[in-house]
C-alpha cells in the first residue's frame, strides 16, 4: 500500500521505517523538519496525490491548520487517518472538515521510537471509529494487525479518560521529577526507583511538543492532576501528623 506521511517528528520518523520495512510506499512531507531524500516528497501535493493512506502525525494543535490545507487535495478512494495522543479533538476535526466524503479514522499508537528500538512487543494501538466511516476503521485495524500491532477499539472520550489517568500523569509526574532535579542518571537509587527511572527515559524519548498537547488537548487532563496533587497533599498532611503506621501503608493487590 502507498502511504503519505505529513509530519516527520519522532513518531512520523519510526512509523514511515516500521511501514517500509514492512513493504509499503511511504512519501513523507514536513516543511519544518528534514526527511531522508529516499521517501521525501517535494511538497504535499507530491505526498497525498497517489497515496491510499494519508496520515496525520504532525502536533495536534497543527491538525486543523493541515486539515483545511489538505482537503481540495484528497478524493474519496484515500483514507486520512491521525496518530495524535489525544483523540476528541482531532476525530472531531476530520469528521467536520472530512465529513462524509473522505474516509478518515483517529488513532492512538501506545509505542514510538524508543518501543521499537527496545523490540518491545506486543505493540499496541487504539482505534477509533467515525461514525460516518466504519469501514475505514476496520481498514485501519486491519493494517495495524498486519505490522504485528495488538488493536484496542475505544470511543475517543473513553480514549481520553484513560489517557488523562496514564498518559498524561505520568508525564506530569516526570516533568515534575525532572524540574526537581531527580535525574534517571542517578548512581545511587534503590530498586524501588527503577520503574520511576523507566518512566523518565520512556518521556525524554518522546517529542518535546508532547507534554503540552497531552496535557492542554485532553478535556480530562487538569482533573486527572488535580485529584492527584490532592491525594499527594493528603498523604503529605497524615505524614506531617505522624499518623496511623497502618492508615499509611501501601495497601497490596489482590
Known amino acids: 500500500m502507498s502511504f503519505a506521511i505529513l509530519g516527520h517528528g519522532r513518531f512520523g520518523q519510526a512509523l514511515a521505517g516500521l511501514l517500509r520495512e514492512a513493504g509499503h510506499a511511504v ?144 508525564f506530569f509526574i516526570a516533568k515534575g521529577l525532572v524540574d526537581m532535579g531527580v535525574d534517571d542518571e542517578l548512581a545511587v537509587a534503590p530498586p524501588s526507583f527503577l520503574g520511576l527511572k523507566a518512566m523518565l527515559a520512556a518521556v525524554r524519548g518522546d517529542a518535546g511538543h508532547l507534554f503540552a498537547a497531552i496535557q492542554q488537548e485532553n478535556p480530562f487532563a487538569e482533573e486527572a492532576r488535580a485529584e492527584l496533587l490532592a491525594t499527594l497533599q493528603g498523604i503529605h498532611r497524615r505524614l506531617v501528623a505522624d499518623g496511623d503506621d497502618t492508615g499509611l501503608a501501601i495497601s497490596e493487590r489482590h
Request: with cysteine.
Open 27 to 170: 512519501r513523507a512531507w514536513d516543511p519544518r523538519g528534514h526527511v531522508p531524500a529516499d521517501y521525501a516528497a517535494d511538497s504535499l501535493e507530491a505526498a497525498v496525490d497517489d497515496a491510499q493512506w494519508v496520515v496525520l502525525a504532525m502536533p495536534v494543535p497543527q491538525m486543523d491548520g493541515a486539515l483545511r490545507a489538505l482537503r481540495p487535495r484528497l478524493k474519496r478512494g484515500q483514507t486520512v487517518l491521525d496518530v495524535g495522543s489525544v483523540k476528541l479533538h482531532p476525530c472531531a476535526l476530520m469528521d467536520e472538515l472530512l465529513g462524509d466524503a473522505i474516509p478518515h479514522v483517529g488513532t492512538h499508537p501506545l509505542f514510538g521510537p524508543l518501543s521499537l528500538a527496545r523490540g518491545e512487543r506486543p505493540l499496541r494501538v487504539v482505534v477509533c471509529a467515525s461514525a460516518r466511516h466504519p469501514g475505514a476503521a476496520e481498514r485501519a485495524s486491519a493494517l495495524f494487525a498486519s505490522l504485528g500491532c495488538e488493536v484496542i477499539a475505544q470511543e475517543p472520550a473513553a480514549h481520553d479518560r484513560a489517557m488523562a489517568h496514564t498518559h498524561a500523569l505520568a
